[in-house]
């Protein structure tokens, strides 16, 4: 039962059992929210669902959904390949009751799960509750017959879960796992909590207010639930293992990467194969969603997450593009519970093969470039904004790329000197600009590069400044 595809779908059918609704994943590309740059958890295709804005056939649904942090609110970039927890791309096992069942059984459902199905040992498991909800604090006691010292009041917005500035919000209960004394890290809410012994798994949220102006609150009359649970993270329980890189699923990815390259995923080189097989799953599945690499957007996140990992690939020595021989790896693995991979298959393979191929060449004069500037310096140093912007401007180094080369290294970037440096860039571009003479088209296009703000746009494109295009 282990495997990361039963593991999904024992979780499917458990909660289809229990009256919900199979529902697919939606697309990453919100639909119809341009204020969310991808989905990010299991609640985005219902929110319009829990607002009463529309109506669905059911009242209880359960999903397998794609989710993408690596930009926006939740940016889980930075983590990847340093925490055992976090990915770009994950899927978020959720279940959603709309106006239909409550707290009571919502937590009776989880426990359920993960102590009867799952065979989860209580004596591993920590629970969270907002501080003030006494309500959820009685039941997991009653329910689950933790002691009191496993269910953990927290006073943070980690536990009270808002849609936006107004909406319904409410608290929640997270439930964790201790891998073992001997993994650094404390239970929530400890000065230590955020290493990698006590993994949250699951995320319950009690949707029922609604927050309608700034100070006021009302009780929803039909309150909600909404769930998410990673599944790599579940995977890793299941499977006795205590990083989520060691997973079926991503064992196969990095085995495929340590063939391709000749290396081995230890030591230094470790980090490398995990940015690279976590990058590799965010970059198809948002291709085979449509986003495609540009300079602006949702599409320069994409870019900025593929060069990232093609970083890595030339770390690890890789002579020739890597990402796109990955491919039939992921689709092995995912291609039967996604089939759009499958689909895509071939715009996958030459999307990767074309980027990689274009900034290999100027990665290694980057990188020279970068090494020099950086010659001198060490742990706790600070690499000069203007280098950064112009490994940005004329290497096409988006800032988290150089960020992430100079990680290990202890050395940090003057992000104020960075973002000095484009201004004084757009204000020479403004000076110089004949454009159509248009002012309302000016106003659009200047408008729109503020608005994206200096790491989401390439303001000038590399490639042509370097002739490839
Ligand atoms: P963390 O505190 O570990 O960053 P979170 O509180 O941000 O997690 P939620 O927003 O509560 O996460 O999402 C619900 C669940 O989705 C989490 O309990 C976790 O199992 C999973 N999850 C969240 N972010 C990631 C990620 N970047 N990679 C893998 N799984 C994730
Ligand atoms: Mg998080
Ligand atoms: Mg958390
Ligand atoms: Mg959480």
Redesign the pocket.
């Not at 927890?85 to 770009?88: E, Y």
């Not at 993994?199 to 995320?203: A, D, G, T, V």
């Given at each position: 039962m282990s495997g990361v595809n039963s593991i999904r779908t024992a979780f499917l059918d458990y909660f289809a059992a229990n009256g919900h609704r199979i529902v697919p994943s939606s697309p990453l590309v919100p639909l119809n929210d341009p204020t969310l740059m991808f989905t990010?958890?299991g609640m985005v295709q219902f929110k319009n669902v829990f607002t009463g804005l529309e109506k669905r056939d059911y009242a209880r649904a359960v999903t397998s959904q794609k989710?993408v942090?690596a930009g926006g609110k939740?940016n889980?970039l930075d983590?990847v390949g340093y925490t055992a927890?976090?990915?770009?791309f994950?899927e978020?096992l959720g279940n959603f009751s709309f106006g239909d069942y409550f707290k009571d059984e919502a937590i009776t459902l989880a426990w359920k799960l993960i102590t009867g199905e799952f065979g989860l040992d209580p004596e591993r498991l920590l629970v969270t509750v907002y501080h003030t909800d006494d309500q959820a604090f009685d039941l997991w006691r009653k329910i689950s017959g933790l002691h009191e010292d496993r269910i953990i009041r927290i006073p943070t917005h980690?536990n009270f879960w808002q849609m936006g500035d107004t909406g319904p919000c409410g608290p929640?209960s997270?439930i964790f796992y201790d891998h073992g004394d001997h993994i650094w890290g404390g239970p929530p809410g400890s000065p230590e909590e955020d290493g990698d012994r006590f993994?949250?798994?699951?995320?319950l949220v009690f949707m029922q207010f609604e927050q309608t102006t700034a100070d006021q609150r009302v009780d929803l009359p039909r309150p909600s639930i909404d769930t998410?649970?990673?599944l790599?993270?579940?995977a890793a329980v299941l499977q006795g293992v205590h990083d989520?890189y060691d997973i079926d699923l991503f064992k196969a990815l990095i085995s495929a990467s340590e063939q391709l390259t000749h290396t081995r995923a230890e030591g230094d080189r470790q980090a490398s194969h995990r940015v690279i097989a976590d990058h590799l799953r965010a970059t198809s599945f948002l291709i085979a969603d449509g986003v495609l690499p540009s300079n602006e957007g949702r599409g320069y996140v994409l870019r900025r997450i593929m060069r990232r990992a093609m970083r890595h690939a030339h770390l690890l020595g890789a002579e020739e593009p890597l990402m796109h021989r990955l491919v039939p790896a992921l689709i092995g693995e995912m291609g039967e519970a996604y089939p759009e991979l499958g689909r895509a298959r071939a715009l996958i393979t030459e999307t990767l093969r074309l980027e990689e191929t274009r900034f290999r060449k100027t990665l290694e004069r980057g990188l020279g470039l970068l090494n020099e500037a950086t010659d001198q310096l060490g742990d706790g140093d600070e690499l000069a904004g203007e280098t950064a912007f112009k490994l940005y401007d004329t290497y096409g180094f988006p800032l988290d790329l150089t960020q992430d080369a100079l990680r290990q290294r202890g050395i940090s970037v003057d992000t104020d000197g960075f973002n000095a440096a484009m201004e004084r860039q757009k204000a020479e571009a403004r000076a110089n600009w004949s454009g159509s003479g248009d002012a309302a088209d000016e106003a659009v296009w200047f408008g729109l590069r503020d608005e994206l703000g200096a790491t989401e746009f390439l303001g000038y494109e590399t490639e042509k400044a370097e002739g490839i295009i």
């Open positions: 990010n958890a989710c942090r939740h889980d983590n927890r976090h990915h770009t994950f978020m980690d929640c997270e993994i949250e798994i699951w995320n998410g649970m990673g790599e993270r579940i989520n």
